[in-house]
């Protein structure tokens, strides 16, 4: 259990996410990029140089989430460390020696010693890992439990296992790990025995120590200007103690000390320690800030304020990062305070920047024309979050929670705006134009997500408790409806007053985090790249249903939801999981095939399911002519079958004496088939009048997939041949406005104008 008020983050909290990364890592879920194949074969051929480097990319894999723990400890309450008592020296008389190719993997030698050297620094997740090297040259992996891991930092780790220390490794066993690799496991550390003279647990010279609060910021600024955050981050920590320990420290009884005068350049009136130390809160502040935590930079710029109310840098970064922390009108606020001291250009930027932001998400206005019409190229802009007309609660029915629109809603209207919680992008992402992937398979890729959603959550606890408020596929039973203040900005939010369960992180990354296409990231297939996946909390509330109401637009690392038609107060927000495009029985194959654990049940599915006897019979030869749906080049004999099976659908509908909505609704079900049908109305003959009127079949996909490429495809593409064949003017104004009508659901109430303007860049093949 996991509490989330100050300090944002606990020691318990990091080692919990290192434990969960550490039992991932081993099952091979957060390997190396590339090196998952070269990991399996180093490991039993025992080279060194593959087995180093792999070793040396798990380090850096994970040190940036180590280096956050570290500084989530508290420093002014942080005591001395005391050196652990030594081991008992362990005998290892009569026990025989035994080299690394001569281990059998799953066989433990009992009475048999290792003798091997440490040759890499030594990390921990939920073990401790190193390596070892043989007099022979060979080298393996050790995983080791020790009691240490998890309660202190890698340093004091690599201290008790130094690199370069002769060891024995008693009753030596050769693992198989769940990632198809091997290494060394040692189950106790007293079965690894460090024999070279290294102590157990070196002792740090601390090099700081005889520097004044002044050399301290000094240096401190000095690895702030090599970007080295977390290194300027302990320095001005360190600079901040010395100050207040100098303050705090009783006069002496020196006669002859010279009045007003103190240690480490001093006065005893305390301005120069008053000024030192503001000075190092404000650029620590600004530290802080480069690292992403917020609240903890602007605890920072309070305490720099509390002790020069004026200080411009201070009133800057506090602004920041209440901006940081989506708090914009309290940041225009400090703006406009720095701006009455001096009216620098970086200031008004920033103004600016907060102004925007704060309009946007008061009023959901946000100026796309430029960007859209660009043709999503240019830098990527910064949007604020917007939680419009919508509010989270339980389904009715259901035990799960859904989003619902609380007034009316038109076609085009803006729902939500949410940036991504964390984003891995496969390629440049500079820009927002979509480019090829980079080459990153789509298992890579998550692992990133992963380690960053890791990082993220150290951070904040706002972010903490958006991530524990998602549903986890590994844990269910997450029904608590979270405030909506949670997810916007400008709010009052405060941390929870109760525990939270951290749940696991692979669990909520795996049924929240989505690709460019809206594919769940657990469904998709471990070869092929995305262009980016991405993790939007309030977004993930949205339940399926195979007639959704919203349609999903990324601009950059931002989600915008706009309503696909209009909604009435209380109707809950959906989306589609699986392409809607197709009959009943496949859309709920293709939910099954994901995992997902439900049955869609919406009006569309329970119309099919009643019309299920006479649409048996035409869903079967539709999946047995499904595999020929990308060849529809008109003429072939597969083609003209699915062709006549669109006549046949019509006799059927013409049967059953369905409303006009319902047969658009069956007919969007068997899309392709229609589609085939048009491109065959020479072959069809006289047959062809049978077939309902293309413009017909767009509101019938309209209804049920907007979104969906060949539904803005196939708009366009009867446009153009309308245009072509010289129709009437009154037929292609209607063409256009049906098209313009799904450009609006996807990029929302834009102005006619835009809309054509897409609409005609489509036709040109430069957008879509």
């Keep these: 259990m996991h509490k989330l008020a100050t300090p944002m983050c606990d020691n318990e909290l990091g080692r919990e996410i290192l434990k969960q990364l550490g039992a991932l890592q081993l099952n091979g879920m957060v390997p190396p990029n590339g090196m998952e194949r070269s990991l399996v074969k180093a490991s039993m051929s025992m080279q060194k140089p593959a087995l180093m480097e792999v070793h040396m990319r798990f380090m850096k894999q994970f040190s940036e989430l180590e280096r956050d723990w570290q500084l989530m400890k508290d420093p002014m309450a942080a005591k001395p460390e005391t050196r652990p008592a030594k081991k008992k020296a362990v005998s290892l008389e009569g026990m025989r020696s035994i080299r690394l190719l001569e281990l059998k993997v799953g066989k433990r030698y009992h009475g048999r010693v290792l003798h091997a050297t440490l040759c890499a620094d030594a990390f921990f997740l939920n073990l401790i890992q190193t390596m070892v090297e043989d007099e022979d040259g060979y080298a393996a992996r050790v995983m080791i439990e020790d009691s240490l891991a998890g309660l202190t930092s890698w340093a004091k780790v690599q201290g008790r296992y130094p690199n370069g220390a002769k060891i024995a490794i008693k009753a030596p066993l050769l693992s198989e790990l769940p990632d198809d690799s091997v290494a060394l496991y040692v189950n106790t550390e007293d079965d690894l025995i460090v024999q070279s003279d290294f102590p157990a647990v070196s002792v740090e010279v601390n090099v700081w120590a005889k520097l004044d609060a002044a050399a301290l910021r000094a240096e401190g600024n000095r690895l702030f200007a090599k970007q080295d955050w977390t290194g300027s981050i302990e320095l001005y920590t360190k600079c901040i103690q010395k100050c207040l320990d100098s303050v705090r420290r009783k006069p002496t009884s020196n006669k002859h000390k010279k009045k007003g005068a103190s240690e480490n350049g001093t006065t005893s009136n305390g301005k120069v320690v008053d000024e030192t130390v503001m000075l190092a809160f404000s650029n620590r502040a600004a530290a802080w800030m480069k690292s992403c935590h917020y609240e903890r930079a602007l605890k920072d710029a309070h305490e720099a304020l509390t002790l020069e109310p004026h200080h411009l840098k201070s009133i800057y970064r506090k602004g920041c990062a209440l901006h940081g922390m989506q708090q914009y009108e309290l940041a225009c606020k400090c703006f406009e305070l720095a701006l009455e001291q001096s009216p620098e250009k970086d200031i008004k930027l920033a103004l600016q920047k907060s102004q925007t932001c704060d309009m946007q998400s008061r009023r ?221 029985q496949m859309r709920h194959e293709l939910l099954e095939k994901d995992h997902w654990e439900f049955t869609c049940s ?167």
């Design 602 to 768: 919406c009006s569309r599915c329970d119309l099919e399911s009643n019309l299920s006897a006479p649409l048996k019979q035409v869903t079967k030869r539709f999946q047995s002519l499904w595999g020929w749906k990308e060849a529809v080049t008109p003429g072939q004999v597969e083609c003209f079958k699915m062709a006549k099976l669109a006549l046949r659908l019509e006799h059927l509908l013409k049967q059953k004496g369905l409303y006009l909505y319902e047969r658009q609704l069956v007919r969007a079900s068997f899309f392709v088939a229609y589609w085939v049908g048009y491109l065959n109305i020479d072959r069809l003959g006289t047959l062809c009048v049978k077939l309902p009127l293309p413009d017909m079949l767009i509101d019938a996909v309209t209804a049920v997939a907007p979104s969906d490429t060949m539904t803005s495809f196939f708009a366009g593409y009867w446009l153009k041949r309308l245009e072509e064949q010289g129709a009437s003017r009154p037929v292609i104004h209607d063409a256009q406005q049906r098209a313009i009508h799904i450009y609006r659901c996807v990029y929302g109430n834009q102005t006619s104008g835009l809309l054509k303007q897409l609409l005609e860049a489509h036709e040109a093949n430069t957008i879509l």
């Design 364 to 584: 959901g206005v946000y100026e796309l024309s430029k960007y859209l019409v660009g043709g999503f190229e240019g830098p990527l802009p910064e949007f604020s979050d917007y939680v419009g007309p919508v509010e989270i609660r339980s389904s009715e029915g259901r035990c799960r929670r859904g989003l619902f629109v609380t007034k009316d809603v038109e076609v085009g209207e803006l729902l939500l705006v949410s940036n991504a919680l964390v984003v891995v992008h496969n390629g440049n992402h500079a820009t927002g134009k979509n480019t090829s992937p980079s080459g990153r398979s789509n298992a890579l890729l998550r692992d990133e997500l992963l380690c960053s959603l890791s990082n993220l959550l150290l951070k904040s606890p706002k972010w903490l408790e958006q991530a524990c408020s998602l549903a986890d596929c590994e844990c269910h039973g997450n029904t608590k409806v979270p405030p909506l203040e949670l997810f916007r900005p400008n709010s009052k939010w405060t941390a929870g007053k109760e525990d939270v369960v951290l749940p696991r992180l692979k669990g909520v990354l795996l049924q929240n985090a989505l690709d460019e296409s809206g594919s769940c990231t657990r469904v998709l297939q471990a070869g092929r790249g995305s262009q980016f996946l991405g993790l939007w909390p309030l977004p993930s509330f949205i339940n399926h249903s195979c007639t959704a109401n919203a349609v999903r637009l990324h601009v950059g690392d931002a989600l915008f939801l706009h309503a696909s038609r209009h909604l009435e107060a209380g109707e809950e927000v959906t989306l589609a999981y699986v392409n809607t495009l197709l009959p009943k």
